[in-house]
């Protein structure tokens, strides 16, 4: 079956050539029954269609809530249409990320898409990082702001991955584009990961650094999650070896080497006009740039 999604998938593509990745509704979508189950909060968790391809999470007092798909995956494209509770939600946070945290239990790696919460009348705001290996002291993380507000409407939210590049898109905007150099060692993310989709309480930090922390009179605070595509080659965790091993990985992520022009101005822009946080700029933090930064602090 998942040789059939990627083998359709890539045709599209290859149809629709202009963008980086074709218009959600064009692809076949994943069912949350079969290939995804839940983590945590069960209580919280409930399908909103009949076929089995929404699902909503959400966050009570009593439990947040958070699901995982059943395989891990070697080098994908992860990509969910998500939409984001309303109001009040200052301490909320609500993650779609891929890990492998229950596999590799001291050495696991990561790549994140955080929606962090706000007051109400105040944006939510997007956090992206990464890591490999349990190098989490070293934190890539950057935040921004949308041009759109996330709690109207559903938006996708998308993740390349191979063994050079790690690409962040917002519907079909490139957001953040990451290039392996050697000098990352094990910093950059190379095991099989799992994709994962999480609410939870992050008043400590999540809100102007802890300033404003969750309010319950407001809850449940409500995600909503569809379209969800993943291309690669997955496994079981009792298969992790094969897994690693395994060579074949989908063409076009294989395949994929830099942004084109086009998109790299695109990724340009946005990042011009809603960037409000890098690590690569942080120089209290990083008196020394970490080695991927070295270009953007020239």
């Known amino acids: 079956m998942e040789f059939l999604l990627t083998f359709f998938f890539v045709c599209i593509l290859a149809f629709n050539s202009s963008s980086a990745f074709p218009i959600p509704g064009k692809v076949p979508f994943l069912s949350f029954k079969e290939s995804f189950s839940t983590i945590f909060g069960d209580q919280n968790l409930h399908l909103l269609d009949s076929n089995g391809k929404s699902v909503q999470i959400s966050l009570t007092k009593s439990s947040g809530s958070g699901f995982k798909s059943r395989n891990l995956y070697t080098n994908a494209f992860f990509s969910a249409s998500i939409k984001l509770p309303a109001n009040y939600a200052a301490g909320v946070v609500v993650a779609f990320y891929t890990s492998n945290a229950d596999v590799f ?138 897994c690693q091993n395994n060579a074949y990985v989908p063409n076009f992520v294989r395949k994929f080497n830099g942004l084109k022009p086009n998109e790299f101005s695109k990724m340009k822009e946005f990042r011009k006009k809603h960037t409000i946080y890098s690590y690569c700029e942080d120089k209290r933090r990083y008196s020394t740039a970490l080695p991927e930064c070295t270009r953007s602090r020239k």
């Open 105 to 242: 239990k001291t050495n696991h790696d990561e790549i994140d898409f955080e929606f962090l919460g706000n007051v109400e009348g105040k944006e939510w705001l997007v956090q992206t990082n990464f890591f490999g290996n349990e190098s989490m002291q070293r934190g890539r993380e950057e935040r921004y702001k949308l041009w759109f507000d996330p709690t109207h409407d559903f938006h996708s939210y998308s993740i390349l991955w191979n063994r050079n590049w790690i690409i962040f898109y917002v519907d079909d905007v490139p957001i953040r584009h990451v290039r392996r150099v050697d000098a990352m060692g094990g910093d950059f993310p190379t095991k099989p990961m799992s994709l994962y989709a999480t609410i939870w309480d992050g008043s400590d930090w999540a809100t102007d650094g802890g300033k404003h922390k969750i309010n319950y009179g407001f809850a449940p605070f409500k995600a909503d999650f569809t379209k969800f595509v993943i291309h690669g080659n997955g496994c079981s965790a009792d298969q992790i070896q094969h």
